[in-house]
Each structure stands twice: as C-alpha cells, then as structure tokens.
C-alpha cells in the first residue's frame, strides 16, 4: 500500500514537473479556430513545417462560415478562452479590437515585415493605428467573364466597365436555348451573401446606408436605382432562381458554362480557372467591377485574417504562429509545393512584385481591384462608417441580415422593390434607435 | 371480426409504404452517392443518378485531413454516457409519476415538456459562463451533463407512458411479497418495461448523437463530437459537397447501422400501448 502510495506521488509529481516546464518554455498547443476554404485547409496540411521551426503544436477547429462567427463570438465575449487564434474578418477586427478583446499585433517581429501588408488590407484590420489581426488571404471583387462568348456577341470588355455596358452584354450573351445566362451575381440572403453585393453595388450608384446622422437612406433615388438596375438586369439576363443563388451557386453555374459574366470575390479566379474543376478555365477574362462613372466602384474588399483573443495564455506562441502563416515564407513554401496560382493571395505588396506571381493570369486584376477600394471611404456622399460592403457597427450584421432578406423577396416577385425599400428603411431606422444611435 | 385484405390491397399498401419509405430515404441515399463522385460531378446540372466515375478519394481525403476515430469516440461517448446517466434518473422519476402520483404530477410533466419550447440560442451564454467556470468548456463530461438534462424530459414522458400501461398491482403484490422499493423498480419493473427501456434509450442515442447546437458551441477540439466534424466540412465560399457528404456518410453510417439492426425494438417501443 506505502509502495502504491508513493508510487502514485511520484507520477503526480512528476506530471506536474512536465506540465510546468511544457507551460514555461517552448513547446504549446495552439488550438485555432478557421473557416473551411481552400486556402485555410491547404494551411493545415503544412502545419508540421510550423511544428518543426518552433516545437508547437496545432489543433484545429475548421467550422462554417456563419457557425464559426457564432462560435467565436460566444467565446470572446465571454472571455472563455476555448481559441489561441481565431480566424476572423474585416468586419469583426475594428469592432473587437475598439473592445479590448484582442491582442494587439503592432509588436510583430521586424523580420516579419508588417509594413509589407498592403495597406488597405492593414488599415481594415486596424482600429485607430492598431493592427489587431493579421491577413492570411485577402480579397476584393471583379468580373470574371467567358472571353469566348464575349466575343460571340461581338462586344469586346474593357478594362473598367460601366453597369450600363455590363447590361448591355448580359442581354447580348445570354442564350437561354443553351442554358447561357447573360450574368449571375448573388441574390441569396444574409449579410455576407446577397447583402454584401448590393451594398458595394449601391456605393457605385451613389447610395449609402445612413447619412452622418444615422438615419438610413432607403428612402433615396440612389438606392431605387440600384434595386431596380440589379432585378431588371437579373430577370432579363440572370439564371432561373437567381433570388436565392450565392457564391457557391454562381460558381458551380459558373463553372459548367452556364454564366457570360460573374461578379464575385477575386478569389474565385483560382476556382473558374483550375481545369480541373472549371469546364471553361481556359475561356475565362477578368475586368474591374463596373461603375456608374460617379466615381466609386462596386467592388469590395474583405480579408481573412488571424487573430489572438485576449483570454488566451499563450499569447506568445500564437504571434509565432500568426508570422509563419502571413508572412512571406508561408508563400513561399506553397508555391514551391502547388506553384504560385495556389499561394495565398491579397496579403502582401512583395507577392504582387513577384516575377512568377505576375504570370499568374488574374493577378494583376486582383491586386487593381483591391487596391481601388477604401473601407474609410466608399460612399460617393458622406458617411458615418468605415466599411465597403458593410458598416463597421455590431448591429450591422443582425440589420443588413434583416435587409437582404427584404430584397431577396423583391428579387423573386414576392414583393416590389419599393415595398421592399420601404420596409427596409423602416426596421433600419428602428433597430438603429434601439441601438441608441439616434 | 376482422375485414379481410384483399391482394389488391396489401400490393397498394406495400407500394405504398416503399414509395413514402423510398422518399425519406432518398436524401440519405443521394448524400451517400455523392460522397463516391468528384467535386465537377457533385455540381452536375443535370444531376447524376449512378452512371458516374465512382471513387474513394473523398474518403481519402477526409481520412487523412480529419481524425475522424476522436470524432467518433467523443461522439459515442457523449450519446452513450448523456443516455445511460439519463436513464438511472428517468426511470425512478417516471415510476413516482406513474405509480405514486401527486396532486401536482401532470403540472411537473408539462413543466418538463415546457422547457423544450424555450430556444437553446436564449441560455447559450448562462450555460457558457457555468462551463468556463467549472472548466468544463470542451470537455465531455460537460457535454454528457447537458445533453442528458436536455433529453431527460422526454425520457422521463416516455418510460411514464410505458409505466402506465404496467398494471400497478403487481407492484404491488411484489410488495406485499417484501419486495424492497429498490428491489421493485430494478428486479420487478424494468424487466417487465424492457421494451418501453430500450426504445427510449435508442431514441435519446439517436437524439443525443445528432444534436448539433450544444456540441458546436461548448466543444473546440477536445471534445468535438461527429456533429463538428461534419461541420467542418461546409463551406460558404467553395465547393466542396462531395466531400462534405463523404464526412457525413461516416458520421451517420454508425447510427444507420445501429438503427437497422434495432429497427423491431424502436417500433415495437414507439408503438407499444398505442392500441389497447
């Protein structure tokens, strides 16, 4: 018994004598919360060469979209510290960061080189000169079109399109006998679905969702304009059922020939252009999202990037490996691994002044479009938010959820659009007056 | 006396039943199917039905990218041990509401039922705060707890309604026989209610491994159960449904066989005093 008794001692001693020193030195356990894209999943895979350069360890937790938003958010807030890192967007950082709730990343090490971040990427995920998140890809919005059927119509693209033009070609390249449809574009509801294409569409029309008093601006001829312009287009010349059509529906349709044009987030290039998945990778153009000569254009700018919760204990070991996976090495071990089309992109101003990465065909049209977007400013009038495709204040999501649900209904011949309008402008006003900002 | 059933009739019912059968089957049935194509022909307009390249890299992949055997572990422990520490509890309380009910008995029952109505989002954040507080955020015993007190009331509604249908004398004649009352519910009760015991245990299995709020929302990477594994195969922003299903083929095939070979128990428990 005195033998068993001393025996156990000992193990419980000595586990805690491991424990300690696991805690004070060098090799932790991170646990990561991301999303499940192709970018995030190919991180995964080389997450040994981390492991190999600095003796931590990885546990992921790869959840959807809208589910890790939640999750995340449950836990921040609640300061659970269930994440070392999280993977959150443009719109959380400014938000969170303004909250504490986020570990500041302004003292990255200088190899890292955070000056090298483009800068609309560092300032969207930044709050009053801090950066609280780190890119790992970044993303705007372009037009990818069939070169080939373009062409078939007799129109040739330019370079930066006007929404009359984009028209215009939808109704010339449509071909509902094969199943062609002119232009598919996002219809679905929530916020980050169809919400997120008719706000940047609406600032390219000169609309804004409040004016510097918070008071929403449904009620204008811009936002009338922009919802008549985007369903008289769709019902000429979109695909059956385009009301509930979202990112993967466009590319699926997208992908099987089925669409002239598309005008979604510049990481979908890789996907229309990868043979084997695309039937038309090899018939694929790309231009700027198109304007109305008012001076803004709709495209967006979003960015995936790593962040540290400010529960966590492992502070240290989490910046570690926020550098190994945004900094240039990460991109550089992808593309001697997949080639350069695979890396990462819209992180970084070195990756666009790479020789090789400029082959790349819808490289420069990516970086064009990210860098023609600014989140400070992005509204042809004043307004009081920073954000493109969204407003950077925490009832915004809940808001814009409720909107697009809206329009949505409108889209699919459930309501007019000035029905529509009406009651958006109506439970926006409401819900920012019970938020307090009026 | 009986009516009888003509040929003609047992052929429509027969149809019948493989057609409604067939129905709910088929989104199982296409998921399984879509797990053994590429990506370019899970999105296929028209879609395809069996004439496609069949293959096993989704597996493969999901193999590799996943653990999938911690997934399934957690899973079965989390359903086995939330459903086993329900069952000790269920079936005492439901004896006391069937055989020695109080004035107050049917308002409990009600109460009990009531607490289903209220949407889990609405305790989230409580719940959240005890787990952190307790340390049990991303533990199993955390998430057995909660699932066994979520799925206790209708364990407790079911073996009542089983109970009921036991006459109460012969608990009775046990007791006059000196039958303790631990003695009563273990050695005279439960065997007699096995069918009512069993359907409800696989009922509150197939409920505790299919629950998808609570296992997201308290687990991180510990803990997760399949319901986070399937999870974390859906994607918003890229297509990945074939894979996707491959990761639900193996979460569901589990359940799918355990439900098949207990298909006699589940019927014969759901339906059991529903004709007296």
């Known amino acids: 018994m005195k033998y068993l008794t001393r025996t156990l001692l000992g193990a419980a001693v000595a586990s805690l004598m491991a424990s300690t020193a696991n805690a004070d030195g060098h090799a932790k356990t991170l646990t990561i919360a991301t999303v499940n894209n192709g970018d995030m999943i190919r991180m995964q895979k080389y997450t040994d060469d981390f492991t190999k350069k600095t003796g931590h360890k990885v546990e992921w937790v790869t959840l959807e979209e809208n589910v890790l938003r939640q999750r995340v958010t449950t836990d921040i807030t609640t300061k659970g510290g269930a994440f070392d890192i999280m993977t959150i967007g443009m719109y959380e950082t400014p938000i969170w960061g303004k909250n504490g709730w986020l570990v500041s990343l302004n003292d990255l090490s200088a190899e890292y080189n955070a000056d090298d971040i483009l800068p609309a990427m560092r300032g969207g995920l930044s709050y009053e000169g801090t950066m609280y998140a780190a890119p790992f890809y970044g993303e705007s919005s372009m037009i990818m079109y069939r070169s080939d059927l373009m062409e078939k119509a007799g129109m040739e693209m330019p370079e930066a399109p006007t929404w009359d033009f984009i028209a215009k070609a939808a109704a010339a390249m449509t071909d509902r006998g094969n199943e062609i449809n002119g232009i598919c574009l996002r219809g679905k509801a929530g916020w980050g679905e169809g919400g997120a294409f008719i706000t940047a569409m609406s600032n390219s029309f000169g609309a804004r969702w409040f004016d510097e008093n918070w008071n929403a601006q449904f009620d204008t001829k811009e936002w009338a304009d922009t919802l008549n312009f985007y369903k008289s287009m769709m019902d000429a010349s979109g695909p059956p059922g385009y009301a509930t059509n979202g990112f993967n529906e466009n590319l699926s349709l997208f992908q099987q020939g089925k669409c002239g044009m598309w005008i979604d987030a510049t990481v979908a290039a890789s996907f229309v252009t990868n043979p084997n998945d695309s039937t038309v990778a090899d018939k694929v153009g790309f231009a700027l999202a198109p304007d109305t000569g008012l001076g803004k254009r709709s495209n967006w700018l979003w960015a995936w990037a790593l962040a540290i919760p400010a529960g966590t204990q492992k502070a240290d070991a989490a910046k570690e490996f926020i550098e190994w996976a945004t900094g240039t090495g990460y991109i550089e071990l992808v593309a001697a691994k997949e080639g350069w089309a695979n890396v990462p992109p819209g992180a970084r101003t070195s990756l666009y002044e790479n020789p090789e990465y400029k082959k790349v065909p819808f490289a420069k049209m990516t970086l064009d479009s990210i860098l023609s977007a600014d989140p400070t400013n992005s509204t042809v009038k004043p307004s009081p938010y920073v954000g493109i495709q969204f407003a950077a204040i925490p009832e915004f999501a809940g808001i814009a959820t409720d909107v697009s649900q809206e329009f949505s209904a409108a889209y699919a011949g459930q309501q007019t659009v000035e029905e529509a309008l009406a009651k958006a402008q109506a439970l926006t006003n409401d819900a920012m007056e019970a938020a307090g900002y009026k | ?276």
Do not use: C, H
């Open chain 2, 1 to 276: 006396m009986a009516r009888a059933i003509t040929n003609e009739r047992k052929i429509i019912n027969t149809v019948a039943a493989w057609g409604i059968g067939l129905l709910i089957f088929f989104p199982i049935l296409w998921t399984i199917l879509t797990s053994f194509k590429t990506e370019a022909q899970a999105i296929n307009d028209p879609p395809l039905f069996l004439f496609f390249d069949w293959t096993l890299e989704n597996y493969a992949v999901v193999q590799e990218r996943s653990n999938y055997g911690r997934f399934l572990w957690n899973s079965i422990f989390i359903a086995g041990g939330s459903t086993l520490l329900g069952v000790i509890i269920a079936i005492p309380a439901a004896w006391s509401m069937a055989f020695v009910p109080s004035k107050r008995t049917k308002d409990i029952l009600l109460w009990m039922l009531s607490t289903k109505m209220l949407p889990a989002v609405g305790v989230l954040y409580p719940i959240y705060l005890l787990f952190i507080q307790f340390g049990l955020l991303d533990s199993i015993l955390g998430l057995t707890i909660v699932l066994m007190l979520i799925n206790l009331p209708i364990m407790v509604w079911m073996l009542y309604t089983y109970f009921r249908e036991i006459p109460g004398e012969i608990l009775e004649a046990a007791r006059m026989d000196g039958a303790t009352l631990r003695s009563e519910i273990l050695y005279v009760l439960t065997p007699m209610a096995i069918p009512g015991i069993a359907s409800t245990l696989l009922l509150n299995f197939i409920l505790a491994w299919n629950e998808a709020f609570w296992t997201l929302n308290l687990t991180a990477a510990q803990a997760a159960p399949l319901t986070a594994f399937i999870a974390s195969y859906s994607s918003p922003e890229g297509l990945f449904y074939a894979k996707l299903s491959a990761a639900s083929t193996m979460a569901i095939l589990p359940i799918l066989i355990l439900g098949w070979f207990s298909q006699k128990q589940l019927v014969r428990g759901l339906t059991f005093g529903a004709v007296k």
